[in-house]
């Protein structure tokens, strides 16, 4: 007598479909699980090259300074701060009142890609201070500076690295 081993076949098929249909519903992505753009802050906080200016936002507490959304932000890097013999955040820090009004100056409302930018005067984003960009040879200033490395992405705006600190200041 033959003997039937249809019953095994089954148990197969169920056991094959119940291990693909757990991994389909264990491989859904959650929000918690997409990984998600840097900040503008958080590119300051972990990049070495701007260890000048995380001194300055932590002394000062502002961590929140450059999480604004929809802006552009002009970051001066290390070399810019020695470039302006500025070695130590303290030259800024130890003035708390000209804090705020240092970072504020760096930012202006709007994102504003380096292709984007042309020559004129614009309202920083506590519209304290008129940042001018002018157009020397191939590169575009901000009230002097150059623009070293342009159009860094980060998750509330674009970052525009400057050369130099703001040399002049346009009334």
Avoid at 47 to 59: G, R, V, W
Avoid at 134 to 150: H, P
């Amino acid at each position: 007598m033959k003997k039937n081993r249809f019953g095994g076949r089954w148990a197969a098929f169920f056991l094959a479909a119940g291990l693909f249909s757990t991994i389909l519903i264990s491989c859904k992505e959650s929000e918690a699980d997409l990984v998600k753009r840097k900040t503008a802050t958080d590119v300051i906080l972990e990049n070495p090259e701007f260890s000048m200016l995380k001194e300055i936002i932590i002394a000062a507490e502002k961590g929140d300074a450059f999480r604004t959304q929809d802006a552009t932000f002009f970051l001066p890097s290390n070399a810019a701060f020695n470039k302006a013999n500025i070695f130590s955040a303290s030259v800024i820090t130890s003035k708390p009142d000209s804090i705020d009004i240092f970072l504020n100056r760096h930012v202006l409302k709007g994102q504003v890609s380096y292709a984007d930018f042309t020559a004129g005067k614009y309202d920083n984003i506590d519209k304290t201070l008129k940042l001018e960009i002018a157009k020397k040879d191939t590169a575009f200033t901000v009230n002097g500076a150059r623009i070293a490395r342009k159009d860094v992405s980060a998750s509330n705006g674009i970052i525009q690295v400057l050369d130099s600190v703001y040399v002049k200041v346009i009334r």
